[in-house]
């Protein structure tokens, strides 16, 4: 049976639905599957032709026991968690009809971001473990964009979840944060909070705090599905496979991803994918906020301020995942992971020394992308194709372009394009010659009906947000619902 083992080692391993159930390990490090699955060349040559969530059911039973989820009950969880796509499927295109170099669209999902691919999921396993358990959970979840609309639309009308999405005032999009604030379900409680100088990394700082409370975390029954949720990085290989078996002419050849990285959870389901034995090497592309470049350019692991981006939900300056990244790297060394982490929260800082550093970029290639190489890529892409990508895919693309020459000739590459442009219109403005009005693929319906409809929204300072949270959820439990 796959146990999930803490990154820390510190304390014993957990089947699969106390990890998805717990979110963070009771040592403070993160679940990671032990041991990874591996798969011969007949399973890989067996998963080809499958579509999207058929594809998704046999990544998972690598993953999941039938004990804790029996397939049948896979089968209708993935079902249930797909059922709000316009499609499953995500498209592979490639405007400039250059045959070496696609775009995977993730942003096809209900809240328009790849955030729903896993989010949907891991929703639908959690309310099914709490059901066998009659339990209930509160979630919080500190989001710069995506993940608060994701998480909020998967638990609205879940009867035994209730939800916090917590977001720093004035850092994300106007229609991000109408996506939450619109959801309109008594027991989705969106919290703008004020004064969050380091943005979305203040919000994991409170989060940390009461995850690290064992007693207030259970009297609050809090769990997080933040992407140091195991159930998201898992579902996020699936994309992986995906791609591979759509794109590669021969199964064994290799691909690169050009991934635009935040929390790095993305990326780190596309290790995952590797270590399964998928033959794919990695573009960590991050904006101006470049604490993982720095990781693959000089091994250096190093807290920096905060800069505001125009691609916003990959503007962080910890990310979190990366502890897990260094986990698979050093072959499982949680002595090795563990002095890590100690060492970055006393210091702010890690130095990796040269051969773990050289471990760490073996295959991975990083680089960090300006706003202006941002509007630039969402431009010229637009110019030459027509063809509109958001600032996230834009970072990915730009990143392509910047670190192709770094592998083999002729190795081909997807760009991952997480988020639909509808969702960062006034990036897109700037991006494209003034004047001009924005193209039709600027918008989408849902965007359009959410500016109709009645917001929903608790305000707080930064300051009152750890005992106003406590206060609320107390309250919640006693009476089945936020009530704002
Ligand atoms: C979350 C997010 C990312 C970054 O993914 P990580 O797993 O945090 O690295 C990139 N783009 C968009 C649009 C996102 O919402």
Known sequence: MIMYHSTRGGCPPVPFDQAVLQGFAGDGGLFVPHPVPQLSRAQLEQWKSLDYVALAREVMSCYIDPEIVPKQDLERLLAASFAPFEQADPPLVSPGQDGRHWIMELFHGPTLSFKDVAMGFL?????????????????????????????????????????????????????????????????????????C??????????????????QLKKRLK???????????????????????????????????????????????????????????EFICATNKNGTLHRIFADGIFEKSPLQQSLSSAIDIVIPYNFWR?????????????NKAVTEFEHFGTVQFDDILHSKLRQGVVSTSISDEQTLESIANIFEQTGYLLDPHGAVAVAGAEQCRPGFAEHTPCVSVATAHPAKFPRVIKKALPTGRSLPESAFHHSIEEAKKADTKVLICTYDELERLLVEKIDASLKHLSPGL
């Open 325 to 337: 990244f260094l986990y698979f790297r050093c072959s499982g060394d949680t002595a090795l992971v």
């Open 123 to 195: 929703i639908e396993l959690m309310d099914y473990f709490l059901e066998k358990l009659d339990d209930r959970l509160s979630l919080i979840l500190a989001t710069t964009g995506d993940t608060g609309p994701a998480a909020a639309y998967a638990v609205a009308g879940k009867k035994r979840i209730c939800c916090w999405p917590l977001y720093p005032a004035g850092m994300i999009s106007r229609e991000q944060e109408l996506q939450m604030t619109t959801i309109g379900a008594g027991n989705v409680c969106p919290v703008e909070v004020q004064d």
């Open 197 to 214: 100088r380091n943005g979305g990394d203040d919000l994991d700082v409170v989060v940390a705090r009461l995850f690290g409370n064992e």
């Open 222 to 280: 809090l769990s997080s599905v933040n992407s140091i949720n195991i159930g998201r990085v898992l579902m996020q290989t699936v994309h992986y496979f995906y791609a591979y078996f759509r794109t590669v002419e021969r199964l064994g050849d290799p691909l690169v991803f050009s991934i635009p990285a935040g929390a790095f959870g993305n990326l780190c389901g596309g290790e995952l994918a590797r270590l399964m034995g998928l033959p794919i």
